[in-house]
């Protein structure tokens, strides 16, 4: 739900500044303003299935891993502006963007998993911004249909539908070498 009409867009600093007077959780892409919904109980089982199976994996490795909410500062030098997200999941490979409160940068890996409302935000707007932005790997879970959906960025900067997973295939990453996840276990 976007919270400013596209006439009145911000600023990242007033972006920053509307954070400080409200407890809600807040998204900003492109000057609007974005309210994420309160995950469901079964947005949660999911996401705490997936965090476990990613935290066991990434045990002795140099990755970070986060989940919501986490405000991940999209910062790329080829891009003049800064977006704010707040993946579900996000697997960070190159940590000098750490910072006391945010990730300023790029994930290597994000998972978003959808609401029952509004899933184009995360099927179309995320899914564009974290193409342009060079998120290496994106998928997108959902629980209505117990299925995933796995975004790869090619040579040419654009992603590729690598799987449409459903049922009892295993979700593969590309990125993280190695890791997979059976979707029985993620959707039981």
Known sequence: MTLNSSQNKLTLNEFYELRTT???????????????????????????????????????KTYELFSSPFDIELHCSDIPENQVVIPDLSIICDKKGLTVNRYMGVPDFIIEILPPTNQAHDLITKLNLYMQYGVKEYWIVNPFENGILIYVLDDENRYKLKNILKGYDTAESIVLDGFSVNLVKVFK
């Open 22 to 60: 409200t407890d809600e959780y807040l998204e900003f892409i492109n000057g609007k303003v974005y309210l994420l919904p309160s995950p469901s109980t079964q947005h949660q089982h999911i996401s705490s299935h997936l965090h476990f199976a990613l935290f066991e994996y990434l045990q002795g």
